[in-house]
Each structure stands twice: as structure tokens, then as C-alpha cells.
């Protein structure tokens, strides 16, 4: 029914922001993946997710249409509902999980808060063949096999740097410039 939100950023908080279209403020619930990817805009553009319940409308907020697409898959899991789906999107990259759930990777669905075995047994069948179809999956499952990938986050962790910020950057890095940015050619000095 809304299929995205275009204004001002009123208000913005790890699991909420407030949308300001046209004088009316929208409460948008939104992961931690979309809270970071918004930054400090003023001006934003989430696309959207209206869940109609008994007792209430929600809408929920993702910063590309990638994201939304892979929250609509997990609550069409029976068990799943839009929190537990949140709760993905705020602890795993959508990338992580897409690569978990498509490598079969029980263990790190279930590392999500809320997800126990049979609940992350029954995310991979239900999940694993339509993952590959979401739009842009492509590119994030290309990064997330990647030797470099794996090289280059085990240094930003031995170095100190936080796990999920790392690995969305390096995640992004790869998804924007492919495994060049990884590596390094020798400056002039050291020939």
C-alpha cells in the first residue's frame, strides 16, 4: 500500500525514525543495517513494509529494496514474524544471512537473539531455494565467498575493529568495487 517514504528526517533512533512527508510524521520501525545506512540525511528515502494486524497498522522501514525484499521472505516463514525479522536484519548483514540460510549455516541463524534450532532448521528449508531470487543477492553472495573477505576481516578483528561494522563495510566494499579494494599494489618505495 506504501511502497516508500521520501522526506525529512524528524527523529531516528537503532530501532525507529520518524519521517516528516508533507507536515504528517511517519513512525517507521527500521534493523540496524538501515539505521546506519541512513546516517545523519535530512532528507531520506526508506522503502516500506505495511503489516496490518488486529490491533494495529506497522509500517517498516529498509534502505533498498533488497533488504524489504528479504524481510517479506522471512515473514513468509511459518513461525517468523515481522520482530523476529527485525531482529535478523539488526544482527546479521542481509548478506550474512542470505549466505547462512543459503549454505545451509544453521548456527548462525540460530546466533540470533529470539531464533532457536528448529526455528532456524525450518528458515533454511523453507528459505533456501528463494534467496537466490531476490534482486541484487547476486553480488552479496559473490562477497560473502570470498577468501579476501574472510582475510580481510579476520585483521580488522585482530586489530580491534567492531565485527558488524567491519564486516558491512568490507561486505560493501566488495559489493561496489569487487575484490580489488582488498588488495594493495606495492608503492614505489618498496621496490
Not at 17 to 26: R, S
Not at 39 to 47: I, K, R, T, Y
Request: charged letters at 25%; glycine letters at 8%; a negative charge.
Amino acid at each position: 500500500m506504501i511502497e516508500f517514504l521520501k522526506g525529512r528526517l524528524a527523529e531516528k533512533n537503532p530501532s525507529y525514525a520518524v519521517i516528516e512527508c508533507n507536515g504528517v510524521g511517519y513512525y517507521v520501525n527500521i534493523s540496524l543495517n538501515t539505521f546506519s545506512l541512513i546516517g545523519e540525511n535530512e532528507s531520506v528515502s526508506l522503502f516500506t513494509h505495511l503489516a496490518i494486524r488486529e490491533d494495529a497498522h506497522v509500517l517498516y522501514g529498509f534502505a533498498d529494496k533488497e533488504e524489504r525484499a528479504f524481510f517479506r521472505q522471512l515473514i513468509s516463514v511459518s513461525g517468523v514474524g515481522a520482530s523476529t525479522a527485525q531482529m535478523v536484519l539488526s544482527s546479521l548483514s542481509p548478506g550474512e544471512a542470505i549466505s547462512a540460510i543459503a549454505n545451509g549455516d544453521a548456527a548462525t541463524v540460530q546466533s540470533v537473539k529470539g531464533i532457536g534450532a528448529k526455528t532456524a532448521q525450518r528458515i533454511i528449508i523453507d528459505l533456501k531455494d528463494k534467496v537466490n531470487k531476490i534482486d541484487g543477492v547476486s553480488d552479496i553472495s559473490f562477497a560473502s565467498h570470498n577468501t579476501s573477505r574472510e582475510e580481510a576481516l579476520s585483521a580488522l578483528f585482530a586489530l580491534g575493529f567492531d565485527k558488524n561494522k567491519s564486516t558491512k563495510m568490507v561486505d560493501k566494499l566488495l559489493k561496489e568495487n569487487g575484490d580489488c579494494l582488498l588488495y594493495t599494489s606495492p608503492s614505489p618505495r618498496d621496490s
